[in-house]
């Protein structure tokens, strides 16, 4: 897809190229003072603002994570090598396209499924899952930000800028993506399902519900959502800060649904089966009732089913 861009083609892609080679220097998350020496490179290329406002919003700036990087060159654009350990908890990274927050997931080690009695077949047997480190969108994907995008307004059951996208298939998840992914491929997708119950599970932790509370703190279900949507952060967030993994919109995973994969599931970031009909969905929706909602419960549709209550969030991927 092409970008339109108001500065010389040349110029610009050496810039971009600097802001790539830095990026993959130290994983992604560049202290606040290494933006100020991007935006100078930028002035001195005499480059267009909102082409540097494009680039530089796809990667993240941290004030907390300068004493997490070492100065290992001199000169006008130095260089910079990652200390051996991930951001903080609670980092937060922002595209400028959107708005949309990202939050960062520690990588970590987990049991999958369901620890808790009661729910279905397909939750068990438990088994133990080892993921990467990830950004996941704190909140489901909203109605602004769909236009931000995608420059019309999204499918919605009612409209509202702040209200999670509705009525979206998987399909229209992937083609909200691809937009999202124009200036560097294969950055944003979907989330896996082993990620999405290790982040509502706050990292892993044994969880019925999103932070461990009483589902009614955290999730609108059928019992309290008077039969509509909600504006997203209206319910407590979960131990990581992220809002409605439980309830408001079931969300859509990257992965086929099988009913028998989890003996099945390899251990190190498992993506789910390689073919399959329907794709899964997690979290339960403002029409579920609360045992839907839970963090381990799965559901599934087939890719092009549009329905009231399905949504979705955005991973970014760390490097």
């Known amino acids: 897809m092409a970008v339109l861009v108001n500065s010389s083609s040349d110029k610009l892609l050496q810039y971009r190229a600097i802001v790539r080679v830095v990026s993959k220097s130290h994983g992604g ?78 990588g970590g080690e987990y049991e999958m499924g369901n620890l808790f009695g009661g729910g279905f077949a397909n939750e068990k047997p438990v088994h133990e899952v080892s993921l990467q480190g990830f950004w996941l969108g704190r909140f489901p994907v909203i109605q602004e930000e769909w ?18 996208v509705e009525q979206v298939s998987w399909e229209d998840a992937q083609t909200f993506i691809e937009k999202m992914n124009a200036e560097e491929e294969g950055r944003f997708r979907l989330p896996t399902e ?71 599931t390899p251990v190190a970031n498992p993506k789910g089966p390689a073919k399959g009909t329907y794709r899964v969905l997690r979290g339960g929706s403002w029409d579920s009732a609360p045992n839907y909602v839970r963090t381990t419960a799965r ?21």
């Open 194 to 264: 082993a990620e999405w119950e290790y982040a509502a599970r706050s990292g892993g932790k044994k969880e019925a519900f999103a932070g461990g509370k009483e589902v009614d703190e955290v999730a609108w279900h059928s019992g309290n959502s008077g039969g509509e949507s909600h504006p997203v952060g209206s319910k407590e967030a979960n131990g990581l800060g992220l809002f409605d993994m439980c309830g408001n919109v079931l969300e859509w995973c990257s992965d086929w649904f099988d009913e028998n994969s989890y003996p099945k």
């Open 29 to 106: 998350v560049m202290p606040n003072q290494v933006r100020l020496i991007l935006q100078s490179e930028a002035e001195a290329l005499d480059l267009d603002p909102m082409d540097v406002r494009r680039i530089l919003g796809m990667y993240s700036f941290s004030q907390d994570s300068w004493d997490r990087w070492v100065s290992v060159g001199e000169g006008k654009f130095p260089r910079w090598r990652v200390m051996p350990n991930q951001p903080e908890l609670g980092t937060f990274w922002r595209d400028l396209r959107t708005n949309m927050e990202f939050v960062w997931v520690p």
């Open 147 to 164: 236009i931000a995008l995608m420059g019309e307004k999204p499918p919605a059951y009612r409209e509202g800028a702040r209200l999670p």
């Open 299 to 319: 559901n599934y549709w087939e890719p092009d089913n549009r329905d009231f209550y399905t949504g979705f969030r955005v991973v970014r991927n760390s490097a």
